[in-house]
């Protein structure tokens, strides 16, 4: 039989198959010898193969196949710094969601996780939450960060998942495609998926007022289908983005505005740090690039943490 991954424990896989039944599954032990360095060798979203079978009054499925992935979403795990973490596979599109405080979003994460989502060519789409919470002086921020990222050719939207502004926006642009929402636990994924979906009811959480961090609501990445002709993967709130698979030569491509001026340098090779004639380096200093961006990537070509300025967020 053949089905999609929508829910994945780490141990117990939810499959749709084709004909749309659900059927919870396990995998062969041989998944976990092939040399996969990752947490979790399935994840949602990944078309597998899989057959049943009887376990006394219950039937299961055992997963023995993964066919080719599209792409995916990867990480370093937190915990286990040499083993990486695909948080979702086959995805038509990802929405960022960005907060500029309770929780705060650092660029240096949303510069690593719009790298990855370079490095994989999965179009990425900043989303600005809690726009209903902010004075003026912070919208003005947002408005600025906006700004920086549309110039790149990114895609922003201001929205208020809490309200409902800017969700019919969102809904349009999820229409027949598979869409992962991501960020940090608080930044008001679930309530967004809610938004768009009132039929869901996921659980949602208020932001811990000692700490300003999000409360775990969703513990593990879950696929759904939606009414209006699309799909979502929600996945559980996280720390840190630490990019994998990448040679530092090759981060700079991942930086479009970077990778527009690299002919213009004088070095093929260039890692626009020290190199004279570096047309990035110039454009930094005309104000043309905003450093923000070339110190995430300094930071990545360096082999270097987030450094976040207060470490808030628990995995």
Known sequence: MRGTVYKSTGSWYTVKSIDGDFYECRIKGKFRIKGIKSTNPIAVGDDVLFELEKKGDETIGVIH?????????????????????????????????????????????????????????????????????????????????????????????SISAKEGNGIEEVKAMMMDKTSMFSGHSGVGKSTLVNAVEPG???????????????????????????????????????????????????????????????????????????EPKCAVKDALDENKLTWSRYRSYVQMVNGEDENYRVDIYKE
Not at 111 to 120: H, S
């Open 65 to 157: 196949e993964i066919r080719e992935r599209k792409n995916y979403i990867i990480r370093k795990s937190v915990n286990l710094s040499k083993q990486t973490h695909i948080i979702a596979v086959n995805l038509d599109q990802v929405f960022l969601m960005v907060t500029l405080n309770n929780p705060t979003t650092f660029t240096s994460f949303i510069d690593r996780f719009l790298v990855t989502a370079e490095a994989y060519e999965i179009p990425a789409i900043l989303l600005f939450n809690k726009i209903d919470a902010y004075n003026e002086e912070e919208l003005a921020e947002i408005n600025f960060l906006m700004k920086t990222y549309e110039a790149i050719g990114y895609k922003c939207i």
């Open 200 to 274: 869901l009811h996921l659980k949602t959480a208020e932001i811990s007022e000692q700490h300003l961090q999000g409360q775990h609501t969703t513990t593990f990445a879950e696929m759904y289908d939606l009414s209006f002709g699309a799909q979502i993967i929600d996945t559980p709130g996280i720390r840190g983005f630490g990019i994998v698979d990448m040679e530092k030569e090759e981060i700079g491509d991942y930086f479009p505005e970077f990778f527009e001026l690299k002919s213009e340098c004088k070095f093929n090779n260039c890692m626009h740090l020290d």
